[in-house]
């Protein structure tokens, strides 16, 4: 288990010492045969579990048919992932990538494309959120603003302007005569699981429409069911002109998608934006298949129903152990559990009583359990936290004794 060997990977990532070499349905099993219950799901990407069956077949006889044959032909099962995508959404059209910073990106060039084709290419300036995350490309970086991410990397992409996440005035004071859109994430993910009122969405939808904005929702997190219904803009009930998805679409199948209305798309023209892999067989494949379950009679009542009830079920835990944890928030299977102990403590302390969880912004801990999870998971889940929770409550005393 341990890595003995020099590792040649760019040491970006603070990996723990852990292999895994297989999955099934909400559980890891490490190289060494031990059992793990994953709720990190890939950080929101394996959405059905591992290697679900329907996943499964469908990616495997897509191996047998055709892997990859660029964007120079049609696609058939692109066209229909496409048509689905819109039959479900506010879209139009639908521009596939490989990836949620592929899919912000293209979201910032269709912003800006729209107004320069409207003969204003001077509003091209983005306002965006304190707490975002969109990406680690330079564009996306530039979008996401954190000090933090950008360190080191030379000066930032400009055109975008950031203001406190939730502040309508700021907002309004962000806006000028070179804005073009107004970028947010339905509720941040990687910023600790952070959301607004519903009424703030509904403002900037409103200030959208009166100013000429365009709307963009980053879905990339939220999307694909992680709130409780197939998209969050569903549930705010607020409807964006540009979603960018990715994580889950592709159920842990890298692939990407921008969406949009036509008229928002309206800039863009052949030769304008493009990507070798985009659009990819096999991606194409697992996304529908995705969809398939997804879009099944009673698939979102499940996830409505057990992510209230692990939401109750850690809300109690956290009752009982105010020294160790704050507070419980999130919509549907986007639960964040805000520690008192420092977050990282709190996920090493799950992960000994083999619970897989992932940190977020503001000292929060993410609850992302697959939307598959049995009711029998979640209360395993809540027993590993209660442990959890016991064995940080000792060693504080120790601490302070
Ligand atoms: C993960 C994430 C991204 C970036 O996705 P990558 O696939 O890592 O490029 C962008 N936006 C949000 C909201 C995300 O959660």
Redo the contacts with the bound molecule.
């Keep these: 288990m341990t890595n003995s060997a020099p590792s040649h990977l760019l040491p970006v990532f603070a990996r723990v010492d852990l292999g895994f070499e297989r999955g099934e349905g909400a559980w890891l099993i490490s190289t060494s045969g031990e059992r793990y219950l994953d709720f990190t799901s890939g950080?929101?990407v394996n959405a059905l579990g591992h290697c679900h069956p329907h996943l499964v077949a469908a990616l495997q006889e897509q191996a047998t048919k055709l892997w990859h044959m660029s964007n120079l032909f049609r696609s058939p099962d692109g066209d229909k992932l496409a048509a689905r995508l819109c039959e479900q959404t506010f879209a139009d059209l639908v521009f596939f990538c490989n990836?949620?910073?592929?899919?912000?990106e293209c979201a910032i060039k269709v912003a800006r494309r729209y107004h320069a084709a409207k003969g204003h290419s001077d509003r091209y300036r983005i306002v965006t959120f304190e707490g975002a995350?969109?990406?680690?490309?330079l564009g996306?970086l530039a979008a996401t603003g954190s000090a933090k991410y950008l360190e080191g990397f030379g000066p930032p992409l400009d055109g975008f302007d950031q203001v406190a996440h939730g502040d309508l005035e700021a907002v309004k004071k962000a806006i000028g005569p070179q804005t073009a859109a107004i970028l947010i994430?339905p509720v941040?993910?990687?910023g600790g699981v952070r959301s607004a009122p519903h009424a703030f969405y509904k403002a900037l939808r409103q200030l959208c429409d009166d100013k000429g904005l365009l709307l963009i929702f980053?879905?990339?997190?939220?999307g694909m069911g992680r709130t409780g219904d197939l998209f969050a803009y569903k549930r705010l009930g607020v409807t964006p002109d540009i979603m960018?998805l990715?994580?889950a679409l592709g159920g842990g199948f890298?692939i990407?998608a921008c969406l949009a209305t036509a008229e928002a798309a309206s800039g863009m023209t052949p030769g304008s934006h493009g990507s070798t892999f985009g659009g990819n067989p096999l991606a194409i494949a697992s996304a529908n298949a995705v969809l398939d379950v997804m879009l099944k009679p009673g698939f979102f009542d499940h996830v409505q129903k057990v992510s209230l009830l692990l939401k109750q079920k850690l809300a109690s835990v956290a009752d009982r152990y105010p020294a160790v944890l704050a507070e419980v928030r999130g919509e549907g299977l986007l639960i964040g559990v805000k520690a008192v102990v420092p977050s990282g403590d709190l996920v090493a302390a799950l992960r000994d009583q083999k619970l897989l969880t992932v940190g977020a912004g503001d000292n929060v801990v993410r609850f992302l359990a697959p939307l598959i999870v049995s009711e029998a998971e979640i209360e395993q889940s809540v027993q590993s936290l209660e442990r959890a929770c016991i064995a940080l409550s000792g060693d504080k005393k120790k601490a302070a004794g």
Excluded: I, L, N, Y
């Design positions: 950080v929101a990836s949620g910073a592929e899919a912000m995350f969109h990406g680690r490309t996306t994430e941040q993910g990687e980053d879905e990339v997190q939220t960018s990715a994580k890298p990407g």
